[in-house]
């Protein structure tokens, strides 16, 4: 079974940029689909990127198109997150998750494996 883990979650300030990677160290989750997701506090988990087995089609929720940057290294198991000039409003737990199929979802439902999450937190 896949297990993901989320890293690269911190405090920064507005302006600034963050990295978060997704792995699975102990099996291969190269040939699947695999989505961002973020949960503000109060808020619904909502979609953020999302990418092809392949790399291909990259896909991004209006709120952080031309400033988030979905990619991913088969060779090392691992999808990333790049967030440039990140906003206060950019602040929740940020979540990858992988699909059974080599497309992604902008829909929770579309995802079978998920991580625990990192916190993200901006400030103004």
């Known amino acids: 079974q896949v297990q993901l883990v989320e890293s690269g979650g911190g405090l920064v300030q507005a302006g600034t940029s963050l990295k978060l990677s997704c792995a699975d160290s102990?099996?291969?989750?190269?040939?699947?689909?695999v989505g961002w997701f973020r949960q503000a506090p109060g808020k619904e988990r909502e979609f953020v990127a999302g990418i092809m087995w392949n790399g291909g089609s990259p896909s991004y929720a209006d709120s952080v198109k031309d400033r988030f940057t979905i990619s991913r290294d088969r060779s090392k198991n691992t999808v990333f997150l790049q967030m440039n000039n990140l906003r206060p409003e950019d602040t929740a737990v940020y979540y990858c998750?992988?699909?059974?199929?080599?497309?992604?979802?902008?829909?929770?439902?579309?995802?079978?494996?998920w991580g625990q999450g990192t916190q993200v937190t901006v400030s103004s």
């Open positions: 102990r099996r291969t989750f190269s040939n699947n689909g």
């Open positions: 998750a992988a699909s059974l199929r080599a497309s992604y979802s902008r829909s929770e439902s579309g995802y079978r494996y």
